[in-house]
């Protein structure tokens, strides 16, 4: 059972295009992360949100933790070559502060 | 230079060998985790480690173990490996896992096993 849904499983857009990324749980999560992982590489921690409304900008990404921390998005402005990867959420359980992982969003940008 | 180092990065190996994955970090993180990661899957947990001597299941330990005996290592055998243990696994350490405080996870760079 995947206890935190990531949508869409894949997208593949033109490059200057903007896209969000889902990630939503029935679960209350302490915190929510973004890992970005490129190909041969392990995941690498993008940000974590910690407060329910929370919303980070890093760049042209945007991330946003949801009122109730059941949920969370990640939004991309115009869209670059570089931004291709895999884009995994994973929450933090209250009850033993690990983590709990999406399968993960598959983005493609075409130049 | 801070890093996770996994190896072997590579393995093709058959049913029953036993197999060791080592698992190295140099920023003195207390916490250590390993995990499996299989198309339309993402990172399923297979065993954690708080701290030294310190161990615990995760989400799918079956067929795994582990062991904690200095701050730095923590490797993962397969005593009997069968071919549902083909996969891409993925040691990662943290600082501290706790509450709001959930730290940074550190990644390796994987090692892919194909059990034939």
């Known amino acids: 059972t995947q206890l935190l849904e990531q949508s869409p499983q894949f997208l593949s857009i033109q490059e200057g295009e903007n896209l969000t990324v889902y990630c939503n749980s029935s679960s209350v999560f302490s915190s929510l992360q973004w890992y970005r992982q490129e190909p041969g590489e392990g995941p690498v921690l993008l940000v974590t949100v910690v407060t329910g409304g929370e919303v980070k900008k890093l760049k042209r990404l945007t991330f946003q933790f949801g009122d109730a921390r059941k949920d969370s998005s990640l939004h991309i402005t115009a869209a670059q070559p570089g931004d291709t990867g895999l884009y995994l959420c994973?929450?933090?359980?209250?009850?033993?502060?690990?983590?709990?992982w999406g399968a993960g969003t598959k983005l493609i940008i075409k130049p | 230079e801070a890093q996770v180092t996994q190896n072997p990065r590579y393995l093709i190996t058959v049913t029953g060998k036993k197999l060791t994955v080592t698992c190295s970090q140099n920023?003195?993180?207390?916490?250590m985790s390993w995990y499996r990661q299989d198309p339309g899957l993402g990172l399923r947990q297979i065993y954690y480690s708080m701290n030294v001597e310190v161990t615990d299941k995760g989400d799918v330990p079956e067929g795994y173990k582990v062991s904690r005996k200095e701050k730095r290592n923590f490797p993962l055998i397969l005593e009997s490996p069968s071919p549902n243990q083909t996969s891409l696994y993925f040691c990662?350490?943290?600082?501290?896992?706790?509450?709001?405080?959930?730290?940074?996870?550190?990644f390796g760079e994987g090692s892919r096993l194909t059990v034939l």
């Open positions: 990662a350490s943290s600082f501290r896992l706790a509450g709001w405080d959930t730290g940074e996870l550190f």
């Open positions: 994973a929450g933090v359980r209250d009850s033993n502060y690990q983590l709990i």
């Open positions: 920023m003195n993180h207390e916490y």
